[in-house]
């Protein structure tokens, strides 16, 4: 239940937007396994730099260079604390509030919406300007099923408290899980505590049944 290779490969080349990055900073706060593999993925370029004639600091680069990036990288210090978060009372991972106020995202009070059932909320937290995926805050009431829909775009969810299981696998706090474009499920949540998530969505779900009609009678 961790990124594969791909998205953490994308992540470490700079490639993800915003609401990938933020899901994949919370969940390396708390798998040691994935920073592994991230420092892994990281090694290649390390390996090219001091593979360069003369290694690094050889002659292959300008002169002066190492010492300039040497001197930049003591400048920039520690990162910042950060600010008093609205987002205080949700358990939000660190490295995901960071990621997000990094990369220009707001760190606003959540503007919880209904999301289909009773007990169910969700708020947008940022949406990437270059691909348009949607960084979303969920919360869900225990013992209680989220309503049949259909993935009409990649969905990538970081649980971060709680759980639910569903017909692909039983998820708790801290994996990572995806669902493909075209999976359809029904998710229980977990009867011990809420379930909250953090999710990278594409593209809208459509919900079935009758909850589909309505929500195809109301154009969302």
Known sequence: MHPPEDILLSFVSGESDLARRALIEGHLDGCP????????????????????????????????????LRTRVAEIGPPPALPASPLADCPVPAGALREIADLGGALHAPN??????????????????????????????????????????LEEILILRGGFEDQYGDFTAGMYTAYEPGTVHRPWIDEQEPCWTLSRLEKPVEFLGWRGVAQRMLGK
């Open 33 to 68: 396994d994935c920073r592994a593999a991230v420092r892994s993925l990281s090694a290649p370029g390390a390996r090219l730099l001091a593979g360069l004639p003369g290694g690094v600091g050889g002659s292959a680069v300008p002169s002066g260079l190492w010492d300039r």
């Open 112 to 153: 919880w919406r209904f999301a289909g059932a009773l007990g169910a909320a969700f708020a947008i937290l940022s949406r990437d300007a270059r691909t348009g995926a949607m960084l979303l805050l969920g919360r869900m009431k225990p013992a209680k099923f989220f309503p049949e829909h259909r993935h009409l775009g």
